[in-house]
């Protein structure tokens, strides 16, 4: 058995992880003023929040054809994989996984396990992560798919944005949310529910906000008794994150956080500025 690991260009990886040879990354397309980019290729997050105040049109997000999708596993084959494990933002912001679940059978010479993360970002680089070491190792899909739904369920995370406006116009949240953040002068915590992003808790200001979301994961630290793993993810906004992870570490001296961005895809539904708190199971 030869196992290939596939996923999309939102998950945050580290550039070794990236150059695995056994990892195949699609890029996901984000349209700006009629231009298409496709996500880590054409544009990188540096650049595009740049382009992005520059634009004249609030940019979109699209899913790559089926037919690109279906040569990626047809060359896949071609390399003498056997096996794919395809990890995927969650079907709660796009569905794209959903489409390879309808297609990924008719691709010959190839077994494909279509895996939903319910997440994104840097709690999806993890399970590309564990499922490179795994294949590694010489575990079936059956085990690394039991690992990746282990990690999924225990995987929780919240983001507060500037401005929620982003997320309503690409659809990803409801207008109420939007109007009670606009009308009530709310700083709001978003999560993820079932992969879905929605509203979980109402915050009066951006000060109270993110102590809340600092002691959701000081909370966690403090109750877990599994060993984990943290995150603190931003859209264009690095040096606030490093100072939410000074404060973490005032608040929990031994916890470990890495620090990641949110790309293209997702800064687009999110907003520059926006800081996402995860964690996952290791």
């Known amino acids: 058995m030869k196992t290939a690991v596939v996923t999309d260009s939102t998950a945050f990886l580290s550039n070794d992880i990236k150059n695995h040879p056994d990892l195949f990354i699609i890029p996901i397309p984000v349209i700006i003023d009629g231009k298409i980019y496709n996500e880590g290729i054409d544009i990188a997050s540096d650049d595009y929040y740049d382009v992005l105040n520059h634009s004249q049109q609030f940019p979109t997000t699209s899913q790559p054809s089926i037919g690109e999708i279906l ?5 896949i084959a071609k390399e003498g994989y056997d096996t794919v494990i395809s990890i995927h933002m969650s079907s709660g912001i796009s569905g794209f996984v959903r489409n390879l679940t309808a297609v990924a059978p008719g691709v010959e010479g190839v077994k494909i396990y279509p895996f939903d993360s319910k997440i994104t970002s840097m ?4 399970m590309v992560e564990k499922s490179l070491e795994m294949a590694g190792n010489n575990q079936t899909p059956k085990e690394i798919l039991e690992k990746l739904t282990e990690i999924r369920e225990g995987t929780e995370a919240f983001m507060i944005v500037d401005d929620l406006n982003n997320l309503v116009r690409g659809g990803r949240l409801k207008n109420g949310a ?3 953040g606009t009308l009530l002068k709310i700083k709001p915590i978003l999560t993820f529910n079932d992969g879905q992003i929605i509203l979980s808790e109402k915050i009066r200001s951006s000060k109270k906000a993110f102590a809340r979301a600092e002691d959701l994961m000081a909370k966690q ?6 060993p984990m793993k943290y995150f603190i993810i931003h859209a264009n906004h690095q040096a606030f994150a490093e100072l939410e992870v000074t404060t973490m570490k005032e608040k929990c001296p ?3 956080i890495q620090v990641g961005s949110f790309g293209p895809v997702i800064g687009t539904h999110l907003g520059e500025k926006a800081i996402g708190f995860a964690w996952c199971p290791k």
């Open 178 to 180: 939007a109007l009670i």
């Open 254 to 256: 031994n916890i470990e």
């Open 71 to 75: 040569e990626t596993y047809r060359d």
């Open 123 to 126: 709690p999806m680089g993890y």
């Open 221 to 226: 630290y403090k109750k877990t008794k599994q």
